[in-house]
């Protein structure tokens, strides 16, 4: 199973940084000494997809991202990880398919986004296998990200690319897929006067071509940590769930 991580974003929103975005320090974590150290929020992501047992994961990273390399090789499962470049800023989707050369022929494939922390931790597996599926969150402003729009079973039927005023309040935060369908999107991406920015507005063309999506409704949290609004409320979160005793923290459920 391979997890892609597009870490090569510029941060305009965050801007001026003196590290990469995906190295915001958001909450804490404990070494394999026992040693509490600040914990990148890139991390979330990667501790997720190894959670729902991805054996390699690949960050796609722009040349200025010096960073990441040496912090991720102290990790702990540092053997997991490779790295390819995108040589300039040219959209997530360009992003995610530089990947491509590192996936295996029948493999899943986990994505997310670095500078996102969402709950629950098992999120990657409560999305089917041999399916390109999303994992969905509700969210108070839904018009800041991709709305997802599904039918009564499940079925995506568009995705709402940051409308002014999106059909519902569900987005996605994560998505999964069998190797064929990367693939199969890959190959619609790459025809004359494609090269989508978006994921959403793929998926879109690939839904019209007879393609099918799945929108899985088992996202409880979700924070955007490129703006400082979502850094705050991640950072809030996190030391609330630190203070709730544990029993309250598995009784918790999703927002609605």
């Known amino acids: 199973m391979l997890g892609i991580v597009p870490a090569a974003g510029a941060a305009s929103r965050l801007q001026p940084l003196a590290f990469s975005k995906e190295m915001l320090p958001v909450g804490s974590t404990f070494d394999e000494q026992g040693v509490e150290r600040p914990k990148a929020v890139s991390e979330f992501l990667v501790e997720r997809m190894i959670h729902a047992g991805a054996d390699r994961i690949c960050f796609v990273l722009s040349p200025d991202k010096t960073d990441i390399i040496p912090y991720y090789a102290r990790h702990r499962a540092a053997r997991r990880f490779c790295y390819v470049v995108q040589e300039r800023p040219s959209g997530l989707c360009d992003a995610l398919f530089r990947a491509i050369q590192v996936m295996r022929d029948e493999e899943e494939v986990l994505i997310g986004l670095p500078d996102t922390v969402w709950f629950p931790l098992e999120g990657f597996c409560v999305l089917p296998r041999g399916e390109l599926s999303f994992l969905l969150f509700p969210v108070e402003e839904p018009q800041r990200f991709d709305a997802v729009l599904t039918s009564d079973d499940g079925a995506v039927a568009e995705i709402q690319v940051k409308a002014e005023r999106p059909g519902t309040r569900w987005v996605w935060g994560a998505f999964r897929m069998p190797a064929p369908i990367f693939r199969t999107l890959h190959a619609l991406w790459s025809e004359p006067e ?24 088992a996202g409880e949290r979700y924070y955007d940590v490129g703006t400082l609004d979502g850094y705050r409320a991640a950072i809030d979160a996190l030391r609330d769930d630190i203070r709730r005793p544990p029993a309250a923290r598995l009784a918790s459920g999703p927002r609605r």
């Open 194 to 217: 494609r090269g989508d920015e978006y994921v959403g507005t793929l998926v879109n063309a690939y839904l019209r071509r007879g393609g099918r999506a799945l929108g899985v409704r």
